[in-house]
């Protein structure tokens, strides 16, 4: 059966085509190393594009500025410059650490180290991937859990360093049910099985989102934009309850067009109600930079029945998406204020972490 994209609809409602965002963009969710040679299993993702080429292309679109959270550390990191120099002044960084060297006795020397260099060559934030709670496991088999106390030295580095953490915490609910006809994501977990979480030794859903409010409740000084909408795009009314309850939260909306685009009521009125703690990210990869009318035309028409991926994205369930149509004061803030607001001075951009 021919997936959505491929169906012809004859639905006749107006269509936007927007090619440019209404106001100037600061993506905060981009992808321009680690996660592109994951996506596309090269190993070197550094050769599959043109950085002044890519980046020109997106200023086309209305996006002045994207932060990369593949920065990485130590060589990564200068390979990752030495790429994107010639483009830097367009570039924000997100850094790592080393967090699988978590059980090594000089752990929390070695973050302390690495977190310095990253603040003094101009690193902005860092990332943190699901590996921990769904990677990660110590010498016993045990799982790494976010909450877990060694991982202290981080937050309290990245709150001394005013840097906020990106964390992507949790994955889609679907993702850690059966793979079964039932299940509205079989498609993509037939597709990606490293996204299945079967494992009843790892943590489920539920307990991943109580351990993501424990780290936030637990670690007040840190600031934290929890990737892909909260981890729960699907429950919008609990991580709105989440933001009321937890100032150090933010979310950025990276990559879940097809959940909340589903639900255009309730998303608008997420929107409305949280609009300072929303960040525009589009999980961008330099090789699909053809997604931002998309988003653009969700965020600011009241289209309806539209495709919420390009044919070379991924596909996270075979349905259509409506616009919500923002209002300017709210649109300002979700495309550029706020992620100004958290990343601060953008200007002293480093080349020696």
């Not at 090269?42 to 594009?49: E, F, M, N, T, V």
């Not at 699901?130 to 088999?141: A, E, F, H, P, Q």
């Not at 989440?242 to 879940?256: G, K, P, T």
Request: glycine share 6%.
């Amino acid at each position: 059966m021919a997936s959505i994209l491929e169906r012809r609809s004859e639905l006749q409602v107006p269509r936007h085509d927007l090619q440019v965002a209404r106001f100037p963009v600061i993506d905060f969710h981009t992808h321009w190393g680690r996660l592109l040679g994951a996506m596309t299993g090269s190993d070197a993702p550094l050769d599959l594009y043109d950085s002044s080429a890519a980046v020109e292309a997106i200023r086309r679109h209305g996006v002045e500025r994207v932060v990369n959270v593949d920065g990485g550390f130590g060589d990564e990191y200068r390979r990752m410059m030495d790429k994107l120099r010639p483009v830097n002044d367009s570039m924000v960084h997100f850094g790592q650490v080393p967090v699988e060297r978590f059980e090594e006795p000089t752990f929390e020397a070695e973050i302390a180290t690495i977190m310095r260099q990253h603040h003094e060559s101009g690193v902005r934030g860092l990332k943190l991937w699901k590996i921990v709670g769904l990677g990660l496991k110590d010498r016993k088999g045990q799982y790494l859990r976010p909450t877990d106390p060694r991982l202290r030295c981080i937050w309290e580095a990245a709150a001394e360093f005013d840097m906020p953490v990106l964390f992507h915490i949790a994955d889609l609910n679907a993702f850690f049910r059966p793979a079964d006809s039932a299940n509205e994501y079989l498609a993509t977990l037939q597709a990606h099985p490293d996204w299945h979480f079967t494992d009843p030794a790892a943590s489920s859903f539920s307990e991943l989102i109580e351990m993501q409010e424990e780290l936030l409740s637990s670690n007040s000084s840190t600031t934290f934009v929890i990737a892909h909408v909260g981890s729960w795009a699907e429950n919008l009314a609990e991580v709105g309850r989440m933001l009321d309850e937890h100032s150090n939260m933010h979310v950025d909306i990276a990559d879940r067009l097809n959940e909340l685009g589903r639900q255009p009521y309730t998303a608008r009125r997420f929107f409305l109600e949280h609009a300072d703690r929303i960040v525009f990210g589009s999980d961008l990869l330099p090789t699909d930079i053809a997604r931002y009318p998309i988003y653009w035309r969700f965020l600011e028409t009241f289209d309806e029945y539209f495709p919420y991926r390009t044919p070379d994205g991924v596909e996270l369930g075979d349905w259509n998406i409506y616009g919500i149509g923002l209002p300017d004061d709210v649109l300002r803030k979700v495309y550029h204020d706020n992620a100004l607001r958290l990343l601060g001075s953008t200007t002293d951009e480093g080349t020696s972490s």
